[in-house]
């Protein structure tokens, strides 16, 4: 079985919610969201594509999923205009033993160290997708920052 098989599995719409803890107010900011999953290139990459709204205005994300098979790891590109401005973030992540996606990347936060970031995307079932992220301080704390949970139109 395809690693990204229980993507190709989530093709299609979906409708949700998206929660930001947003880190101006240090309160959680939900705003109604919408996902594509696309299988593209013959099915060697999922591309997933998503709304949501940060104080009224519309956001928006996209990632763009790949299996690595010499290296057995799990790699994405991630790009948001809330979050990332202009730049892509690429990620990695180990080969998923379970129905969840996860992959890391970092960012720079001069004049400090780089933070990281983890993204895990979850299918349990064709009905169901939820994409979490995490923000991860140079020590190593972990912090939600972002979560999207969708049903299939």
Not at 37 to 48: A, K
Not at 80 to 94: E, F, I, L, P, Y
Request: net charge negative; charged share 25%.
């Amino acid at each position: 079985m395809s690693i990204l098989k229980k993507l190709t599995d989530c093709v299609g719409k979906w409708r949700g919610k998206s929660t930001l803890q947003d880190p101006n107010t240090n309160k959680p900011e939900e705003s109604q969201s919408t996902a594509v999953v696309s299988s593209i290139l013959g099915g060697r990459f999922i591309r997933l594509d998503y709304t949501w709204g940060y104080q009224g205005k519309p956001q928006e994300g996209s990632l763009l999923i790949g299996y690595d098979k010499d290296e057995d790891k799990v790699t994405a590109h991630w790009i948001d205009t809330w979050h990332n401005s202009d730049r892509v973030m690429a990620c990695v992540g180990a080969t998923p033993k379970d129905s969840t996606i996860s992959v890391r990347g970092s960012y720079a936060a001069p004049p400090g160290p780089d933070w990281g970031w983890r993204i895990d995307i979850k299918s349990d079932n064709d009905q169901d997708l939820r994409i979490v992220m995490f923000n991860i301080w140079p020590e190593g704390k972990e912090e939600l920052a972002m979560e999207g949970s969708y049903s299939r139109m």
